[in-house]
């Protein structure tokens, strides 16, 4: 038998419920994520002590939001690999490595980022 058809709103509720599970999860349990969040905190805290533009926090939370975003993409690519292919394959060693390279692309850009706007207030 079918299940009822849950109102919109409680429907939507709920997806924000698990994509924060998931969130969760990706702080708790991987590395890379936590090392990314770590350096999200250090650039907001730079950001408030050196009193950055409106538009420089913009583009600096869009950097942060960027890296976490597709290090949390990563990992899913990393699990579902894992999940369909649990031994050793070429082929799932280079769907890892493009995923960790997609994460080096937003990275690196994300690093310049923080040098354009930080250098001027250093020097
Ligand atoms: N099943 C596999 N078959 C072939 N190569 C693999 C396999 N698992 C991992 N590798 C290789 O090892 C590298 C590291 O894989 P791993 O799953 O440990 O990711 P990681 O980079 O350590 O992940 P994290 O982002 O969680 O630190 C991959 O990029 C890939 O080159």
């Not at 349990?29 to 420089?56: R, W």
């Not at 890892?96 to 250093?122: E, H, M, N, Q, R």
């Amino acid at each position: 038998m079918q299940q009822p058809k849950e109102p919109f709103i409680i429907n939507r509720l709920k997806a924000f419920k698990y994509a924060f599970v998931g969130a969760f999860y990706l702080i708790r349990t991987e590395a890379s994520i936590k090392v990314q969040v770590f350096c999200a905190l250090v650039v907001t805290v730079l950001g408030f002590y050196f009193e950055i533009t409106t538009t420089e926090w913009c583009i600096q939370l869009l950097a942060i939001a960027l890296v976490l975003s597709v290090e949390g993409l990563n990992s899913a690519i990393e699990k579902i690999a894992d999940f369909v292919h649990p031994d050793y394959h070429k082929k799932i060693g280079i769907i890892k490595d493009v995923s960790a390279g997609a994460v080096t692309f937003a990275a690196v850009i994300a690093g310049i980022i923080g040098f354009i706007i930080y250098i001027p207030y250093l020097f």
